[in-house]
């Protein structure tokens, strides 16, 4: 059996696989219906993912376990685990690790097994399989990490991604950005701290401010990507580089190195780190860690030399933003860790939290205790205030005629999803749909996406009547958008539960989910969006519109406020025991 495994960035009709036989294709990406089908039937084979293979939260909780392997043992002078901040960056390739064991495990002593380009999958699957495993070679310049891929990725980023895109590979600690970074004058008002790296989680440190008017806030952004320019009066902004440590690290980097290097020969004798570091995976991790180092001591002059009296961390999941919460811990701040979208399934990965986790609703509190182990002790219902235009909006009534289709995209090639397939399946059936109904269909982008790339993207799937009724829309998420929706679909966009929120039906498209840790399920578990399992129930939208009706509870199992001067309480150290809802 001849079995060809292809990378996301390549696809089976093309390049010279496209000319052989093969018994069995597996997708190491993630594609679309439309295209497994087209591609079964071109091959004459069975065409699966890899993603098929995997065992839900149990794989989830098995990488838990091995990161568990390292834990305490790389302890800083300010208490800070640095295998356990920085750790979360290896579950990828464990994950990984793990699907392709269970993919060794059906290949038979005869089979032939190809993958379509060097990389992390051909290099795991010669140590598991120990035989031949046959790569094609890679096209001149189209190689991972060459000129010509960073020409093609920076032809989808915008000109502010390319600059953070720069910095995290080149100055990631701010040495070089620190001396020239004009130094900030200290505010004498005590602030809650907000750590951001990205729009979205500034956005929600904003929206905290907002529901706690009577305290000042401090938003120190690590990016580009994370700063906001229209604040509400009792917020502060401000970058971190402003704050960098030019000290001489030599002596903590070698000792740190030196404990690093002995807990590596603990770490091998697990035989997936044995594969990881036998591979190189585990070369990175001293640098992670000097680097983190440099984050670190910018966060420590944050706290030295401004009157922080609280950390609120709205992406716990980032380390560079986790170091400030830690820190807070420490030093016995009150902090709290919140997440900036629906669900976090990371979560499941940590050992530590903030000392409160603020979930928006019972939807996420469930997923926090249920699916990721959170302690219930630790979790707490506690939104932002809804905004004054998201209530009135829930009150009126919405205008009969809504000439919105409100499709929300998302950065899937991240996650190793064919975008354009992705667009394949869904577009053209809401397009037909909107011209149909005599609507427009809205390709509302992610701030992740780059315009010009989807437009492209749009532009070659539709036909020219299908275009003349689809606009792609960059930007912020607007109440007029909303108001004049129809309804809503996404594949597990965040803004599902503020669909909800607002009473605009959303539906999900289940089979083309990328993220592997249940987010869709926990949506339609609460109700939050209405599942499609295939492209052919596009058509049928109207039909299961005319049956829903929203609901009061699915927008509380979303969003339930925070009570006034919570906040202040917590920073009191008074937080009292939670309540239990009634059943």
Not at 234 to 251: E, G, K, Q
Not at 267 to 272: D, K, Q, Y
Not at 490 to 496: G, M, N, Q, R
Request: charged share 25%; proline share 6%.
């Amino acid at each position: 059996m001849k079995v060809l495994l292809i990378d996301p960035l390549d696809n089976p009709d093309q390049r010279p696989w496209a000319g052989e036989r093969w018994d069995r294709i597996v997708d190491i990406g993630m594609g679309g219906q439309n295209s497994y089908e087209r591609w079964s039937q071109r091959f004459q084979c069975p065409v699966t993912t890899l993603s098929s293979l995997r065992c839900g939260f149990d794989d989830f909780r098995r990488v838990r376990r091995l990161l568990d392997l390292g834990w305490g043992q790389l302890i800083d002078e300010h208490g800070l685990d640095w295998w356990e901040i920085m750790s979360l960056l290896l579950h990828g390739e464990l994950e990984t690790l793990i699907l392709l064991q269970r993919f060794a495990q059906t290949v038979g002593p005869g089979d032939e097994v190809h993958v379509s380009r060097p990389g992390i999958h051909a290099n795991l699957l010669r140590s598991l399989l120990k035989k031949e495993v046959k790569i094609f070679p890679v096209r001149p310049g189209s190689e991972k990490g060459g000129l010509a891929h960073y020409l093609r990725v920076s032809r989808k980023l915008s000109t502010p991604q390319i600059i953070d895109v720069f910095w995290d590979k080149y100055d990631a600690g701010y040495q070089l950005r620190g001396r020239f970074a004009r130094k900030r004058q200290s505010s004498s008002r005590p602030a809650v701290l907000l750590p951001s790296a990205y729009v979205n989680v500034s956005r929600t440190g904003i929206a905290y401010a907002n529901t706690f008017p009577e305290e000042n806030f401090l938003l120190v952004t690590t990016r580009r990507s994370g700063w906001v320019k229209d604040l509400p009066s009792n917020v502060t902004a401000t970058w971190l580089s402003c704050y960098a440590s030019l000290r001489d690290r030599n002596r903590e980097n070698s000792s740190m190195e030196e404990r690093w290097r002995r807990l590596r020969k603990e770490l091998v004798n697990s035989p997936e780190f044995e594969i990881l570091d036998r591979l190189g995976h585990l070369e990175s991790f001293p640098r992670w860690m000097r680097h983190g180092f440099e984050v670190r001591d910018a966060w420590l002059n944050v706290l030295d030399t401004e009157p922080v009296q609280a950390v609120l961390c709205a992406d716990d999941s980032n380390p560079y933003t986790r170091i400030p919460l830690l820190l807070g811990q420490a030093r016995g701040l009150p902090n709290i860790a919140c997440h900036h979208g629906a669900l976090d399934g990371r979560y499941v990965f940590k050992r530590s939290y903030g000392d409160v986790v603020w979930a928006k609703g019972e939807m996420e509190e469930d997923y926090l205790v249920r699916s990721c182990g959170v302690p219930p002790e630790r979790v707490e219902i506690a939104a932002p205030a809804l905004p004054a235009n998201w209530a009135a909006f829930q009150e009126s009534d919405r205008q009969d005629f809504r000439p919105y289709l409100l499709f929300f995209s998302e950065a899937c090639e991240v996650s190793g999803g064919r975008q354009e397939e992705f667009y394949r399946d869904i577009l053209p059936p809401l397009a037909d749909l909107a011209l149909a109904t005599g609507r427009e269909l809205i390709v509302k982008l992610h701030p992740a996406e780059s315009e010009r790339e989807r437009a492209n993207m749009v532009a070659r799937i539709l036909t020219l009547k299908q275009k003349g009724v689809t606009r792609v829309v960059y930007g912020p998420l607007t109440e007029d958008l909303l108001a004049k929706a129809w309804f809503g679909i996404a594949i597990l966009s965040t803004v599902a539960m503020e669909c909800a929120v607002r009473g605009v039906p959303c539906f999900l498209c289940k089979w083309l989910e990328f993220w592997p840790y249940g987010y869709v399920d926990q949506f339609i578990r609460y109700g939050v969006g209405i599942g499609l399992n295939d492209p052919s129930q596009i058509r049928r939208i109207p039909d299961l519109l005319e049956h829903y009706l929203p609901s009061a509870k699915v927008r509380g199992n979303c969003w339930s406020p925070a009570a006034p001067g919570r906040l202040r309480e917590l920073m009191a150290g008074s937080r009292k025991p939670r309540e239990v809802a009634a059943s």
